[in-house]
């Protein structure tokens, strides 16, 4: 069991890097040492310096230094692709922010260069660590719902101006933005769907920039439909997570209460109640056994991104297996390319 302290360095340094990431590896100080934040233009006048890491301009030179053991790419989604495979090549250990890529054959090729070169590259899937998605798996694992039938989670906003005109890019389409999250909760959840059918929607007209998507995903031996989809549009948001059963449903409306938080800049160094639902956040289960029907409301589970953290470092420090395995990415990767074709 390694004891050492891994160091990281960043490229990009703008909210992703410093909202997303850097707060749960500063809560982490026993694992990991941010070293070398990297970005064309160096200033703090957005967010504040972090204590001890050195910023620079010089990629190459970042890249070069031999005490950065992991390289995790927070720039523009268009440039995950080109940014990872320069990190695995100079021999680190690579985190890509969401989304891994823009197309299967490029997430492939990036799987088998950390292969080639001795090195592991995944996707930065924090959300697998949302107390909303693990209290879902809990209320599921219980047992009380019987044989479950459907699953649905949602991911809407109010947004109808979010993401104006045309993004010829896939990457920076909705589906590549946040349907990757929730595709990935249900990859990890039930594995690789065996069919799939997507509904994808242009809601500011032709031509313009996807901001619907649902995914139906059929898993034909469990008896098992998950849905996972996202309005821009939706002035009231659907539950994010529903599960229903012959038995029984658990509804909880309100997402993980961590990303609230970090945009008041109340961060989870130092704040024991950082994340925490209040009992009014809580999801209702109702459900039927040999005493009649029951309603309660189910506590969310505890849960911090830090998490992913403690995951990666046993993977680097000690050799345990990735936790966001590589035909978990390749399997969303060839969803997401797929449902873009039948845009205009």
Known sequence: MSDRILNIAYIGNGKSANRYHMPYVLARPEEFRIKTIQARHINHDAWAAVPGAEYVTDMDAMLADPEIDIVEITTPSALHYSMAKRALEAGKHVTVDKPFSATYDEAAELFDLAAKNGVTVQCYQNRRFD????????????????NVFEVVTSYDYYRPGMMGGWKANPVDNAPYGHGTHCLDQIISWFGTPDRVHSDLRQLQGQGMVCDYFDYDMYYDELGLKATVHSNY?????RPSFEIYGDKGAYIKYEKDQQERDLKKFYLPAGHPDFGLDTPEQWG???YYDEDGM???RVPSVRSTYSQWYDALYQTVANGAPQLVKPEETLAQMRILEDGMKQLA
């Open 284 to 286: 209702t289960l109702r």
């Open 233 to 237: 549009r939706m002035a009231f948001q």
């Open 294 to 296: 029951h309603e309660e």
């Open 131 to 146: 107390s909303d998605f693990l209290t879902a798996k809990k209320v599921l694992e219980s047992g009380k719902l019987g």
